[in-house]
Structure formats: structure tokens, C-alpha cells
């Protein structure tokens, strides 16, 4: 399946741009799932730890935002988190695969609502909840209804 295209906006983001733009880059690469929203597998060393062998909340909220961000990406919307609430519900561990997934839950008046999770040997870990809003207005989406 193809990855979700990043916009140029996002060519030397920390989270989705390449090594070649930065060397502490994630690297990540989104697909569409099955379900219709977005997922990406990512495993990180401990170059991103917090507590020894756990993953950093920081990093773990950069890598929920990044899902949402996505999402939209796959909507041809380039939009800014205005607004965002992490849940950690367990510690995620460094050196282990966890699947990133996120849907879009609504867009009222320009506000796109969304969520994501982060899954580890197929519970969730941790979760998050973010409005976003565009960037850039002239921005166009199949998803987009006569209210957004
Ligand atoms: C682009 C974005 C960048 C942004 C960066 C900014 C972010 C920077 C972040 C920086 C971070 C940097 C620092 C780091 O990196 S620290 C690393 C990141 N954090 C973690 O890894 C924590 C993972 N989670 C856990 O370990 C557990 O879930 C904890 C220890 C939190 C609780 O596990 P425990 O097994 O002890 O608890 P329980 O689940 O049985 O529940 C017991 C009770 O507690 C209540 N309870 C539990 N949780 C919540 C809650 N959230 N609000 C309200 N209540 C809550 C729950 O309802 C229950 O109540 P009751 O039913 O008994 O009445």
C-alpha cells in the first residue's frame, strides 16, 4: 500500500522528514488502513527514552500528533494542532514495535476533530484527542462538507 505523500511544508519535520534532512528525524511513514484512517508501525531506540527502557511522553505525544496530522494529509489538508489531550496509560518501551493509528471525528466550522492511539502487542498504550485547524485555507478535501 502507498504511504500517506507529505506536503512540501513537512519535508524537515522531526517527526516525518528523513535522516537526510535531520539526523534525529522518526522517519515515519503512514499508510491508509483498512478501517479507513491512518497507521504507521514504529519501533524507537533509547535515544528517546525518559525513564530508563520507556519511551519519553514527548515523544509519544509527537508520534500521536503525527498520526493525526496524517490523517489529514490523506485528506489533502495541511492543518496546525491547535489543541491537544494525551492519555498515557501504559509505559511504551523502547526497542518494540507499536502501531500509531488515528480518525477523523469531526469538522465543525473549520475545526477538524480527531484521535489517535498507540498500540503494543495490541493494547493500547496510549491515546490522544486534538482539534486542528488549516493552515493554509485554500486547502481542498473530499472529506471536507459544505460546513467546514
Ligand atoms: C507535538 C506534541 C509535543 C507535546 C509534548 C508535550 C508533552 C510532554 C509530556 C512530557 C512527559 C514527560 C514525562 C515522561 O515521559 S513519563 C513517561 C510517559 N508516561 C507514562 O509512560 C505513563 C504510563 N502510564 C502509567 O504508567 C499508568 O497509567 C499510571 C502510572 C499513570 C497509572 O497507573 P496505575 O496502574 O497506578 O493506575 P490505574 O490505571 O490502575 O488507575 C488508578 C487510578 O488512577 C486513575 N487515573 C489513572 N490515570 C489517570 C488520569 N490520566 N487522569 C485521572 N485519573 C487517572 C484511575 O482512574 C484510577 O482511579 P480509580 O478508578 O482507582 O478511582
Redo the contacts with the bound molecule.
Keep these: 500500500m502507498m504511504d500517506i505523500a507529505i506536503p512540501y511544508s513537512h519535508k524537515h519535520c522531526f517527526a516525518c522528514g528523513t535522516s537526510d534532512s535531520s539526523s534525529t528525524a522518526l522517519n515515519l511513514r503512514f499508510i491508509r488502513s483498512k478501517a479507513g484512517g491512518v497507521k504507521a508501525a514504529v519501533s524507537l531506540d533509547r535515544l528517546y527514552q ?2 530508563s527502557g ?1 519511551l ?3 515523544i ?3 508520534l500521536l ?1 503525527a498520526a493525526m496530522t496524517h490523517r489529514l494529509f490523506a485528506e489533502g489538508v495541511e492543518a496546525m ?1 491547535a489543541d ?1 489531550h ?7 518501551p523502547v526497542n518494540h514495535e507499536v502501531i500509531l493509528s488515528a480518525d477523523i471525528d469531526s469538522c465543525i466550522r473549520g475545526v477538524f476533530t480527531l484521535s489517535s492511539k498507540l498500540y503494543c502487542e495490541q493494547s493500547i498504550y496510549a491515546s490522544a484527542k486534538a482539534k486542528f485547524m488549516r493552515a493554509n485555507a485554500s486547502a481542498s478535501s473530499s472529506f471536507l462538507s459544505s460546513d467546514c
Excluded: N, W
Design positions: 525518559g525513564y520507556v519519553h511522553g514527548g509519544i505525544s509527537t500528533d494542532t491537544l494525551i492519555r498515557f496509560a501504559k509505559p511504551v
